[in-house]
């Protein structure tokens, strides 16, 4: 059974639908890849809050899109809980409106992002985040084909 915790921190707008639309992405996620028996948190917050663990954990003072905290050590088997993902809403939004798609879309592409790094998989290659961006697309499909 799939156990996804959402939570809201430090920003006033989030609905219910979108947390919903959150839980979905992360569940679609995670069954693309074979994993039925995982948790996860997933925390919704504001620019200045993700902007201050991206100091704190990557050392780059700067707002990101989404950061993920995978309780494992690389080169381990994920455990369960594999770990926290903290998205940063407005920087969201921005992105959503400089590609010319909606705040939901760009959610979906987060949150599969996220749990794809969480799973360990990693972009620092051309084929690596190639295959990431075709399978965040995929769970986007599902999520609309489910609505």
């Known amino acids: 059974m ?3 915790a959402v939570e809201v921190l430090l920003w006033e707008e989030c609905t219910e639908e979108l947390v ?11 069954e693309s890849q074979g994993e039925e028996h995982v948790g996860l948190g997933i925390a919704l917050a504001g620019d200045d809050y993700v902007q201050e663990l991206n100091r704190r954990y990557r050392g780059k003072d700067q707002p990101t899109d989404v950061l993920s ?3 494992w050590e690389e080169g381990d088997a994920p455990e369960v809980p594999l770990g926290d993902i903290i998205i940063s809403v407005p920087r969201a939004r921005r992105q959503a409106q400089e590609r010319g798609h909606s705040l939901q879309i760009e959610l979906i592409h987060l949150v599969a992002h996220g749990v794809l790094h969480l799973l360990g998989w990693c972009h620092d290659s051309a084929v ?5 961006w075709e399978i965040q697309e995929q769970v986007a499909a599902k999520y609309h084909q489910k609505r």
């Open 20 to 30: 919903e639309l959150v839980r979905c992405s992360a569940r679609l996620t995670l």
């Open 69 to 71: 905290f995978p309780l």
């Open 128 to 132: 690596g985040e190639e295959r990431m």
């Open 2 to 4: 799939l156990d996804i």
